[in-house]
């Protein structure tokens, strides 16, 4: 069992940049892939970034290439995202979440637990 509570999100206007964090509880954390998505008001989830179990691959959506970066920090249980000049359309609520299997980071069904969600808002 793993539990997952993100934390970082806020107001920030566009241009600006936030770093999310995920701590998760559990010492099996080295053995997940972790990755983050996002859903805006009346859209589907959608994927952001993911990271593998070792770290050595790191996963994104065109729209936030070059922008974010997705890391991990062992020792801490806790992966973030850094979010570099942010735009109006990043707005949405941001889930962190684990996947037992590198395979398919990118699909929500690869992940078998979630946290509650941060809330991003971008201002123009």
């Known amino acids: 069992q793993v539990q997952l509570v993100e934390s970082g999100g806020g107001l920030v206007q566009a241009g600006g940049s936030l770093r999310l964090s995920c701590a998760a509880s559990?010492?099996?954390?080295?053995?997940?892939?972790m990755g983050w998505f996002r859903q805006a008001p009346g859209k589907e989830r959608d994927f952001v970034a993911a990271?593998?179990?070792?770290?050595?691959?790191?996963y994104y959506t065109d729209s936030v290439k070059g922008r974010f970066t997705i890391a991990r920090d062992d020792a801490k249980n806790t992966v973030y995202l850094q979010m570099n000049s942010l735009k109006p359309e990043d707005t949405a609520v941001y889930y962190c979440?684990?996947?037992?299997?590198?395979?398919?980071?990118?699909?929500?069904?690869?992940?078998?637990?979630w946290g509650q969600g941060t809330q991003v808002t971008v201002s123009s």
């Open positions: 979440a684990a996947a037992s299997s590198s395979d398919y980071v990118g699909a929500l069904r690869a992940y078998d637990y």
């Open positions: 559990g010492r099996t954390f080295r053995r997940y892939a």
């Open positions: 990271i593998n179990w070792s770290g050595g691959n790191t």
